[in-house]
């Protein structure tokens, strides 16, 4: 059984940073790409980072230079470093892990920007 957990958020000051982490089990995960998505409030869940297995990474412009996905195949880790975070990056963040024609989803975790 596939499992994807995000954890990481919490409450920040704009300007300031947050790291989260997304652990997945119960599947070989080096061999499929994940991404980041959030979705605030009234708004539609958007993508704001994917790694492929090899580590090649995409942005929306949005978040480029700001955001930096990564991932330990040891550890079936995803993460997503958020930098010079704006109170508009206040949403839950949803990590995905797409399987051929599956996609996972973990239940989220919430960022708020705020000061």
């Known amino acids: 059984q596939v499992q994807v957990v995000e954890s990481g958020g919490g409450l920040v000051q704009p300007g300031g940073s947050l790291k989260l982490s997304c652990a997945a089990s119960?599947?070989?995960?080096?061999?499929?790409?994940m991404n980041w998505y959030r979705q605030a409030p009234g708004k539609q869940r958007e993508l704001v980072a994917g790694i492929t297995n090899h580590g090649r990474t995409n942005y929306p412009d949005s978040v480029k230079g700001r955001f930096t996905i990564s991932r330990d195949n040891a550890k079936n880790t995803a993460y997503l470093q958020m930098n010079s975070l704006k109170p508009e990056d206040t949403a839950v963040y949803y990590c995905n892990l797409v399987v051929g024609l599956l996609d996972f989803w973990g239940q989220g975790t919430q960022v708020t920007v705020s000061s």
């Open positions: 119960g599947i070989t995960f080096d061999i499929f790409p």
